[in-house]
């Protein structure tokens, strides 16, 4: 892995929760969460359609595999619709890279590289604009989701990504109360990115190599779990989660 571009510590400090200049090739940590600190995902399909969204958004589109299915004669009307809508979606697979996510009941944390000058803020608005659609038809309601427009700071350092990474992958077992058990039901039943870097699950939207390649494989006790379950991240990462554990 290369080195992380640098940016000026007083530009970092100037706008630390709602940076809306971004630089190619930097990482940025990305949260937000219910407006009142209301519950953003209230049962397991608002999870799972969050998360088809990102997956949409973030695979690549095969455009021409897409149009050579589309001029099949035998393809029935509910499929034809399908291929139709995911031809007009965005697409920002050439512009982002997701490396780590959280989702909490009343917010969510992304890790994102960013591949252009204005990817994240195009597939933020446009990420919103779509899941506070679907919840607000679900639920009745109308107005905004989130308590206000999503916040981004820029990682400064290499040191500042592998535990803002940490930071994310811990978010339920900090965020929970009670016993130990309860704690640690939590921090593998909440939606994360985390089991794709123990090696329990690949997901092909999901890219933890910038992370992984400063830990052991082999050794356990240089691992990126050991680091993430028996780590402090909190003064290396005050900079870049301001809201500590929503």
Same mark, same amino acid.
């Given at each position: 892995m290369t080195m992380l571009n640098?940016?000026?510590?007083?530009?970092?400090?100037?706008?630390?929760?709602?940076?809306?200049?971004?630089?190619?090739?930097?990482?940025?940590?990305?949260?937000?969460?219910?407006?009142?600190?209301?519950?953003?995902?209230?049962?397991?399909?608002?999870?799972?359609?969050?998360?088809?969204? *990102? +997956?949409?958004?973030? @695979?690549?589109?095969?455009?021409?595999?897409?149009?050579?299915? @589309?001029?099949?004669? $035998?393809?029935?009307?509910?499929? +034809?619709? +399908?291929?139709?809508?995911?031809? +007009? @979606?965005?697409?920002? =697979? $050439?512009?982002?890279?997701?490396?780590?996510?959280?989702?909490?009941?009343?917010?969510?944390?992304? *890790?994102?590289?960013?591949?252009? =000058?204005?990817?994240?803020?195009?597939?933020m608005n446009s990420f919103g604009v779509r899941y506070t659609m679907f919840f607000n038809r679900k639920y009745n309601r109308v107005g905004s989701l989130y308590q206000d427009v999503y916040k981004a700071v820029a990682v400064e350092s290499e040191e500042q990504l592998l535990y803002l990474s940490s930071y994310i992958h811990r978010n339920p077992f900090n965020s929970k109360a009670g016993s130990k058990e309860d704690v640690l039901r939590a921090w593998f039943t909440q939606p994360s990115s985390y089991p794709d870097y123990l090696?329990?699950?690949?997901? $092909?939207?999901?890219?933890?190599?910038?992370?992984?390649?400063?830990?052991?494989?082999?050794?356990?006790?240089?691992?990126y779990q050991t680091f993430v379950e028996q780590t402090d991240d909190t003064p290396i990462i005050k900079e870049v989660a301001l809201d500590l554990y929503l």
């Open positions: 640098v940016l000026g510590h007083s530009k970092i400090m100037a706008a630390k929760n709602s940076l809306k200049t971004y630089s190619p090739n930097c990482y940025y940590h990305i949260y937000n969460r219910g407006v009142e600190k209301r519950l953003i995902f209230q049962d397991e399909q608002d999870y799972a359609v969050f998360l088809s969204y *990102l +997956r949409t958004y973030l @695979l690549p589109k095969d455009e021409h595999k897409l149009q050579q299915t @589309l001029s099949n004669p $035998d393809l029935n009307y509910k499929e +034809r619709e +399908r291929i139709l809508k995911e031809l +007009r @979606l965005n697409n920002f =697979s $050439d512009e982002i890279t997701l490396l780590a996510y959280c989702l909490m009941p009343n917010h969510f944390h992304f *890790l994102i590289k960013q591949k252009s =000058s204005d990817g994240i803020d195009k597939f090696g329990q699950r690949v997901t $092909d939207w999901i890219h933890p190599d910038d992370i992984l390649v400063f830990f052991s494989k082999t050794n356990p006790q240089l691992s």
